[in-house]
């Protein structure tokens, strides 16, 4: 395992290897080569044990993402390899399987909330809609972000476009943060409301937007694509203090309840992307967390717990709305 590996090499005989079974039986999806049988050498060779683990040194530059991670990388794996190291313990391990409960958890989500909550307190259509759209939200996101930590051993094109869809299911989980809470504070108010949300549409856009440019995997526009994804994020506070002031002031019994929940969630997201920026624990603990405890690890485990707090205080929030619209909206 700690022996250099040619990996332009590795590369070329997997190709090789997939071609020789027929180029009709290969094709591509998301720069990830699939062959439609399962029928080249490459997939019915390669087993779980034989998915070779390697070092930082000893992988290519566009896998060499943390420094302070030293062992436990997957490289130039075929499609079916990239699957079956699904049950590989490698460094990637929790940050897949993480996003993929969490998937889990909100389809779960969604079907209790569509079939018992929002029956139960006699909810309308546009409580399904707005609820479930925020759920699918959460799911889009998960569901990138576990395919990019899958695949972006496969090559360095489908590292980069993988890479790719998963910011770009970090704007859609935003949007997904935004829907529920932004529908029911201002549920009396549909201008502020259809203002906000049109706004948060135009600011996820912009970071969209930001991720399609030729230049975008660049250390400055790394830089970039940080502070819109922060700028996204902190916006909230605007419709907040706005809500405050239009629902009366801190005296409020609604105010009291749901903005200590907004307080809690804003703390979850530093602390995410306090350990994206530190590098912490791994910085100052290099190779001794690589499989487990990582930063990234962190990062994506505080994420699906903020998304399942949110969710739930937007439960909440509505089960208030419907009690009280009458009074509230008169």
């Not at 909330?113 to 799911?139: E, K, R």
């Not at 409301?193 to 399609?212: G, P």
């Not at 030729?214 to 907040?240: N, Q």
Request: with cysteine.
């Amino acid at each position: 395992m700690g022996m250099p590996v040619d990996y332009k090499s590795n590369l070329k005989s997997r190709n090789v290897s997939q071609s020789s079974s027929g180029a009709d039986t290969v094709y591509v999806f998301m720069d990830i080569e699939i062959d439609r049988g399962c029928q080249a050498a490459v997939c019915t060779s390669i087993g779980k044990e034989d998915i070779q683990l390697y070092k930082y040194n000893e992988v290519p530059e566009f896998l060499q993402g943390n420094p302070y991670v030293r062992d436990g990388y997957r490289a130039f794996l075929s499609s079916n390899a990239c699957i079956k190291s699904l049950f590989v313990w490698n460094n990637e391990t929790i940050n897949i399987w993480s996003h993929l409960i969490g998937f889990v958890i909100f389809c779960l989500c969604t079907l209790v909330d569509n079939i018992v909550m929002i029956p139960h307190y006699s909810g309308g259509f546009s409580d399904h809609l707005i609820v479930t759209a925020g759920l699918l939200c959460y799911q889009f996101c998960m569901l990138c972000s576990a395919g990019y930590h899958i695949f972006n051993c496969h090559s360095e094109r489908a590292s980069k476009r993988w890479l790719m869809t998963d910011l770009a299911g970090i704007s859609v989980g935003l949007i997904g943060c935004y829907l529920p809470a932004v529908h029911y504070a201002f549920y009396c108010l549909s201008i502020w409301r259809d203002i906000y949300l049109f706004t948060v549409a135009i600011l996820s856009a912009a970071v969209l937007f930001t991720q399609l440019h030729p230049r975008s995997f660049s250390p400055h526009w790394w830089t970039k694509r940080l502070i819109l994804y922060c700028c996204l994020a902190a916006y909230g506070i605007i419709p907040t203090i706005h809500w405050i002031y239009l629902s009366g002031g801190w005296e409020e019994e609604m105010v009291q309840m749901f903005i200590p929940k907004v307080v809690i969630m804003y703390f979850f997201g530093m602390s995410a992307l306090g350990f994206y920026l530190t590098k912490f624990p791994e910085r100052y603990f290099p190779g001794k967390v690589d499989y487990i405890g990582s930063s990234h690890q962190w990062w994506h485990v505080i994420v699906v717990a903020a998304f399942f707090y949110w969710h739930a205080a937007g439960s909440e929030i509505f089960i208030y709305r419907i009690q009280h619209a009458p009074h509230m909206c008169s």
